[in-house]
Nanobody
Framework: QVQLVESGGGLVQPGGSLRLSCTAS????????MGWYRQAPGKQRELVAR???????NYADSVKGRFTISRDNAKNTVYVQMNSLTPEDTAVYFC????????????????WGQGTQVTVSS
C-alpha cells in the first residue's frame, strides 16, 4: 500500500511563512500528480495547489503569488511554500497523490494523507 506523511504545519502569525512537506512511501512506480487541499472549519475541502509530472502547476486563485508548490520525484515528495499567510489560510491541509502506479500490481489509485493543521493567528 501507499502512505502519505505530511509535516510542517503549526501556528504562525499573520504575514508569516510555513513550508509543508509530504512524502509518499510504498511500492510506487510512478505518480502522475501530487498536491495539497485544505479544509477550514465549516467549509468544503478545496484545492490549494497541484503539481503534475512535467513541472506543471495549478493554484487556487486565493493563494496565487503567495504559495509555491514544488516536487522531488526521486523522493516522491511534494512541498508547498506558503508566504504572506493570513487568518483565512487557517485550515487542515491534506496532501494527495494522484495516479499512483504500484510496482507490485501495476494498479493505479489516488491516496490521501492524514492532514496537518495550519493556524494563522496573532
Amino acid at each position: 500500500q501507499v502512505q502519505l506523511v505530511e509535516s510542517g504545519g503549526g501556528l504562525v502569525q499573520p504575514g508569516g511563512s510555513l513550508r509543508l512537506s509530504c512524502t509518499a512511501s510504498g511500492s510506487i512506480s510512478s505518480i502522475y500528480a501530487m498536491g495539497w487541499y485544505r479544509q477550514a472549519p465549516g467549509k468544503q475541502r478545496e484545492l490549494v495547489a497541484r503539481h503534475i509530472n512535467g513541472d506543471s502547476a495549478n493554484y487556487a486563485d486565493s493563494v496565487k503569488g503567495r504559495f509555491t508548490i514544488s516536487r522531488d520525484n526521486a523522493k516522491n515528495t511534494v512541498y508547498v511554500q506558503m508566504n504572506s499567510l493570513t487568518p483565512e489560510d487557517t485550515a487542515v491541509y491534506f496532501c494527495y497523490a494522484e495516479g499512483v502506479v504500484l510496482s507490485t500490481t501495476w494498479s493505479v489509485g489516488d491516496y490521501w494523507g492524514q492532514g496537518t493543521q495550519v493556524t494563522v493567528s496573532s
